[in-house]
């Protein structure tokens, strides 16, 4: 893939949920789509995707490759590779995309009419040992995604963010058998008075980290050794958008008690004209039949302005020509 006169007509970086509903919809619309994706989908390591519709429990990367399929079917392509640079044109709408494959090609500089980001967001997960070892497995964040699978468990609710007492309330809905552990942060007193109420046992002081034992976790183990059986753990991650490959387009970042994301219009419109945002890049609590749904959002309306662009085109060529 070399510099060429005729640009597509979107580049969507990420193939994810968000990349390739994204991409399936413009492609549907007979429209020059690339989808360049690293293959590297957050939920990975989890076993399957849950509350998508029809598809209920479908593993992650089997999902990944029935939606490339469907890419290809209507024409869509995918490149494997990662995105170095976007570059905005300095007069009009239009882009650069500078890409490293992750085959032995060449790096490549692509066009593009309209961009589309769905990169996702990297988790920022609490420094203990076992966590990010066991994290889509038994380490989880949210009851939606993997709370049936957990059901009537013995979980382990570990205070590591400004969500984690709000995580303790919902998995609640899906166990009884509780445990907060403070790890050495403060609770308010009123916080404890509801979790007594609740039946949520507090565990107080450090915690060391994950017991794992032959591929198995064991429990929370405290710093002064002790071991606290637990089946399942929680964790309140920071969720930040993954924002490395657009960083030159300078586009405008939120903050919310979650984390940090691209901040968008309800179009998905980012700050930069011509560049939408879908999935977790912007929304931090999408899962994946909302971050899918957005791809599809994004899609229809970089479309949109497609077809608006492409008919003021073609009244200038006839009244050119008249």
Not at 94 to 108: C, K, L, N, R
Not at 180 to 205: C, K, Q, S, W, Y
Not at 220 to 227: E, K, M, P, W, Y
């Amino acid at each position: 893939m070399n510099p060429t006169t005729t640009p597509y007509d979107v580049i969507i970086i990420g193939g994810g949920a968000a990349g390739l509903g994204a991409g399936v919809t413009l492609s549907r619309a007979r429209r020059r789509t690339l989808v360049i994706d690293a293959g590297v989908p957050r939920n990975a390591p989890a076993e399957g995707a849950h509350n998508l519709l029809g598809l209920e429990g479908i593993p992650p990367l089997e999902l990944v490759a029935r939606g490339r399929s469907e890419l290809a079917g209507y024409g869509g392509e995918l490149l494997l590779g990662s995105v170095t640079d976007v570059v905005a044109d300095p007069t009009g709408i239009g882009f650069t995309v500078h890409v490293t494959p992750d085959s032995a090609g060449e790096p490549s500089t692509l066009r593009a009419r309209r961009i589309i980001i769905a990169t996702g967001l990297t988790d920022e997960l609490p420094d203990l040992p076992g966590v990010r070892e066991r994290w889509g497995r038994e380490v989880l964040h949210c009851p939606y995604c993997h709370g049936w699978e957990v059901r009537d468990q013995p979980i382990g609710v570990l205070a590591s963010g400004p969500g984690s007492v709000h995580q303790a309330r919902l998995f609640h809905q899906w166990s009884r058998d509780l445990t907060f552990f403070t790890n050495e942060t403060e609770l308010a007193a009123d916080t404890r008075e509801e979790f007594a109420a609740l039946g949520i046992r507090i565990i107080e002081g450090a915690v060391a980290g994950l017991d794992i034992d032959a591929d198995t976790l064991r429990g929370i183990r405290l710093s002064d050794g002790t071991l606290i059986p637990r089946t399942a753990v929680v964790v309140a991650p920071h969720m930040v958008a993954n924002l490395d490959p657009v960083a030159s387009l300078n586009l405008a970042i939120t903050e919310n008690p979650m984390g940090r994301a691209i901040e968008t219009d309800a179009t998905g419109q980012a700050s930069v004209l011509g560049v939408w945002v879908a999935g977790n890049a912007t929304d931090l609590g999408a899962q994946v039949g909302a971050a899918a749904a957005a791809g599809v959002r994004a899609g229809a309306v970089a479309n949109a302005h497609l077809v608006d662009e492409d008919a003021a085109a073609a009244l200038d060529r006839f009244r050119n020509t008249n």
